[in-house]
C-alpha cells in the first residue's frame, strides 16, 4: 500500500469520525502536500488513487459549505502535536484488533497487478534462458504498446521475440536452409536486419536522427523507445512485410 493511499486513507477516517460524532466544524491536518492539492482541485485524473480522493470529496460534500477544513502540517518532529501522532501511528502497530482498510476499484486491480508481476519475475527468474532474455532485461515500465494499432503491435513485438518471417527465425522452423540473409550472407537474425543489413542502410540512416547517444546504439534501445520503434514499424510496412 502506498504512502499516498495511507495518507488520504487517514483523512476519510478522521471525516467518517466527524460525521459519526457529529461534529460540525472540523479541522483535519495532513502532511501529505499532494494528497492534499489532488483533494483540493478533485483531480481524479492524474491521482494515483483516484477512488479515495473521490471519496473524500463526497465525504466533504456530507457537511455544511465551508464547515471542514483540511490544512498542510509539514512534517516536522519538533511539534508536539506531531509527536502525539507519530506515538499513536508506533501504538497502532501494536494493536491486537486489525482495522480491515476499504479498497477501492483502483487500488485492487493494483494489488492483482502486482501479484501477476511477482510470478511473472519468479518465472522470469527460474526458467531456462532464451534468445529474448539476452536482450531484454525484465522490467516493467520498460516497453508498452499503448497506443499502437494490431499491426504495429505485431511487427514490434515479433522483432522482440524473434518470431519473425526473417531467414533466421525460417531457420529456426526448419524452413530456410542457412538462415544467411540473401544479400550479404551473414544470419539474418533482427541484429543483422536493423544493425548490418547493407539493405536497411536508409533505415539505419532515420534511426540516427533519433539516436544521439553511441550507448544506446543497440537492439534493445532501437526496438523499445517511442521514437526509435515507430521508425522501424513504419519502414518494415513502407518497405517489407515480416
Ligand atoms: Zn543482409
Redesign the pocket.
Known amino acids: 500500500m502506498s504512502v499516498y493511499y495511507v495518507e488520504a486513507y487517514a483523512i476519510v477516517k478522521g471525516l467518517e469520525i466527524a460525521e459519526k460524532y457529529g461534529h460540525k466544524d472540523i479541522n483535519i491536518y495532513s502532511d501529505s502536500l499532494s494528497v492534499l492539492l489532488d483533494v483540493k482541485y478533485f483531480n481524479l485524473t492524474k491521482s494515483a488513487h483516484p477512488g479515495i480522493i473521490f471519496e473524500i470529496g463526497e465525504k466533504i460534500r456530507g457537511f455544511k459549505v465551508g464547515s471542514v477544513k483540511i490544512s498542510w502540517l509539514p512534517s516536522n518532529k519538533s511539534i508536539n502535536m506531531i509527536k502525539k501522532v507519530d506515538g499513536y501511528a508506533k501504538a497502532a502497530t501494536r494493536l491486537d484488533e486489525i482495522e480491515k482498510i476499504i479498497m477501492y476499484k483502483k487500488e485492487k486491480l493494483e494489488s492483482v497487478q502486482d501479484w501477476i508481476w511477482k510470478i511473472r519475475k519468479e518465472e522470469w527468474e527460474k526458467y531456462c534462458t532464451c534468445k529474448y532474455k539476452e536482450v531484454y532485461t525484465l522490467n516493467r515500465l520498460e516497453f508498452s504498446t499503448k497506443g499502437m494499432s494490431r499491426r504495429q503491435e505485431t511487427i514490434i513485438n515479433r522483432l522482440r521475440l524473434q518470431q519473425n518471417g526473417l531467414n533466421a527465425g525460417k531457420y529456426k522452423l526448419g524452413l530456410h536452409e542457412t538462415g544467411n540473409?540473401d544479400?550479404?550472407g551473414?544470419f539474418?537474425d533482427v541484429k543483422?536486419?536493423l544493425m548490418?543489413?547493407?539493405?536497411t542502410r536508409d533505415l539505419r540512416k532515420e534511426l540516427k536522427t533519433v539516436i544521439t547517444n553511441e550507448k544506446d546504439w543497440n537492439i534493445k534501445y532501437i526496438t523499445t523507445e517511442k521514437d526509435t520503434t515507430r521508425i522501424v514499424i513504419n519502414y518494415i510496412i513502407k518497405k517489407i512485410n515480416i
Open positions: 540473409c544479400s550479404c551473414s539474418q543483422h536486419f548490418e543489413c547493407k539493405e
